[in-house]
């Protein structure tokens, strides 16, 4: 009995030993990877933690992929992401007028670029816009350049209205529709500025903006699809009977249908925030976010004499606005409390990156020596290059006609 209880023991210690030994020898650069991509594991009680992808599709349908990722998704929205789920590729972002768009379309233009993915461009005639699809309808075969041979569309961040349907007709099954959304009172001094819309600026007197404000409807029908009237709504294709009964039941229902149809909402407010999300999302590497601000422009309040309580009346008029202001916020905000304590850390190192990429850009004359990146909890080693800083500085439309001299070999349509 003592000689078995001996050997027990015995194995015991050895089985102890090798257990010891498993746990232990994982390599720096495999608990470094986890930790890049957000995941939590044997914290606390052991108790695994979901990355941002698991969270927020657990949410969704999840569509089946066709052509990246190691294993199906399922079509139940009761089960999460395979932790193999590589970087997504499949983007249809909503270019929303007037709220950061062109900065966020510039680093989905670099992603596809460097790639090789293929942008959805708009079919171009003469003397028009060659990074606008449409500000009145979404996609269609009459206002996009065909599929090339043997390719499929993988990225859409041209200005276009959204329809599920048809942003679903020429995108893959699993692709990712990525929003954006700006305080709406800045959004319309930022309109005002930039598209100096005529049913105000018609209005004859020192102080137009707030004429109009006090009686918005004597110069716009509630149901006008111009700029002057919750335009962000009108991109995210509320109904059209909402803006006239202002339905706040109605507008809740679009609210919570846009919320299964959109994985992310971008916060112009919350930019750096709102891409740190994204980033982790579709799993991209750190470098594919960085960004330098497009198509700026600062708030020129000596063109326009607001009077207090302007906001208050804007408030009003631009209410379907609001609501989807707010409720794209709260969403985000929620989103970011999902992720724990590493995404604030993951957020400060980006801000910082930001910065010495910054001062590395804005050399005169910029050096031909990349800025080194050292290898980071949330990155590999990379390298900031001379052409990375004048891509990240691009216009749009000199960057869409470069995409499209690549992928059609011309720049303009002449018909």
Request: glycine letters at 4%; aromatic letters at 14%.
């Given at each position: ?259 299964s149809e959109f994985q992310l909402v971008l ?101 031909n020596v990349p800025y080194h990146v050292t ?41």
């Amino acid at each position: 009995m003592k000689t078995l209880r001996f050997y027990a023991c015995a194995g015991l210690a050895v089985l102890s030993v090798c257990i010891f030994s498993v746990i232990f020898y994982i390599h720096p650069n495999t608990i470094r990877s986890l930790t890049r991509h957000g995941e939590a594991i044997l914290r606390g009680n052991s108790v695994y933690k979901k990355s941002l992808s698991n969270a927020i599709f657990d949410r969704y349908d999840a569509r089946e992929t066709k052509s990246f990722t190691t294993s199906s998704y399922s079509h139940s929205s009761n089960q999460s992401l395979s932790l193999t789920t590589k970087e997504r590729r499949h983007i249809a972002f909503l270019k929303v007028h007037k709220a950061a768009s062109s900065t966020a379309q510039n680093i989905f233009l670099r992603f596809a670029q460097s790639r090789d993915l293929l942008v959805v461009l708009p079919l171009v005639p003469k003397f028009f816009y060659p990074n606008v699809i449409s500000v009145s309808t979404s996609v269609t075969k009459q206002n996009i350049l065909p599929v090339p041979e043997g390719r499929f569309y993988e990225i859409l961040c041209c200005h276009v209205i959204y329809n599920r349907d048809a942003f679903a007709r020429i995108m893959p099954a699993d692709t990712v529709n990525i929003g954006i959304v700006r305080d709406p009172f800045e959004h319309f001094i930022s309109t005002l500025n930039y598209m100096r819309p005529h049913e105000v600026f018609k209005i004859n007197t020192s102080d137009p903006v707030s004429v109009f404000l006090q009686n918005p409807t004597n110069y716009v029908k509630r149901t006008s699809q111009g700029f002057a009237n919750n335009r962000m709504a009108i991109e995210f294709d509320f109904p059209a009977e909402l803006f006239e009964t202002r339905d706040k039941g109605g507008i809740e229902r679009y609210l919570h249908k846009l919320e299964s149809e959109f994985q992310l909402v971008l916060i112009v407010e919350l930019f750096d925030e709102s891409l740190v999300l994204m980033r982790r999302l579709l799993n991209w590497e750190m470098k594919d976010i960085l960004y330098v601000k497009l198509n700026s422009r600062r708030q020129l309040f000596d063109r326009i004499n607001f009077k207090p309580g302007d906001v208050q009346l804007y408030k009003r008029w631009g209410e379907i606005d609001y609501a989807l202001y707010d409720f794209f916020y709260r969403r985000l905000q929620a989103q970011i409390q999902e992720q724990g304590p590493t995404f604030h850390e993951e957020l400060l190192y980006f801000r910082r990156l930001r910065q010495d990429m910054q001062i590395y850009c804005e050399k005169k004359p910029l050096s031909n020596v990349p800025y080194h990146v050292t290898a980071s909890s949330w990155s590999d080693a990379f390298e900031i290059t001379k052409e990375d800083c004048s891509y990240m500085r691009k216009g749009e439309i000199p960057f869409i006609r470069e995409i499209r001299m690549q992928q059609y070999g011309f720049y303009n349509d002449t018909f």
